[in-house]
């Protein structure tokens, strides 16, 4: 079956790095689109970042663009989230996703706090 895990997720001061890694089972990972998504406390969840199937094509959400960068390592079946220029807005559970599948991880928690 389809599996996601996502870790990577800490505490980090504002203007700090974290990078988050998914790796992904139970399906053949380098024919699907990968994202990231995220859901502060009493938010929907929203997306913050896709890549294509081989990595070429990305995508960010407005509000992570030029600090947040996705990439995806299809012979280790990963995804990855680089996050730098943390604010404390960028607080959440964050989860990779495939849209052709209903599977969520269990998802990081990534807190930015001084």
């Known amino acids: 079956q389809v599996q996601l895990v996502e870790s990577g997720g800490g505490l980090v001061q504002p203007g700090g790095s974290l990078r988050l890694t998914c790796t992904a089972s139970?399906?053949?990972?380098?024919?699907?689109?990968m994202s990231w998504y995220r859901q502060a406390p009493g938010k929907e969840r929203e997306f913050v970042a896709s890549t294509g199937s081989l990595g070429i094509s990305t995508n960010s959400a407005e509000s992570v663009r030029g600090r947040f960068t996705i990439s995806r390592n299809n012979a280790r079946s990963t995804v990855y989230l680089q996050m730098n220029s943390l604010k404390p807005e960028d607080t959440a559970v964050y989860y990779c996703h495939v849209a052709q599948f209903s599977t969520w991880g269990q998802g990081t928690q990534v807190t930015v706090s001084s």
């Open positions: 139970g399906f053949t990972f380098s024919n699907y689109a």
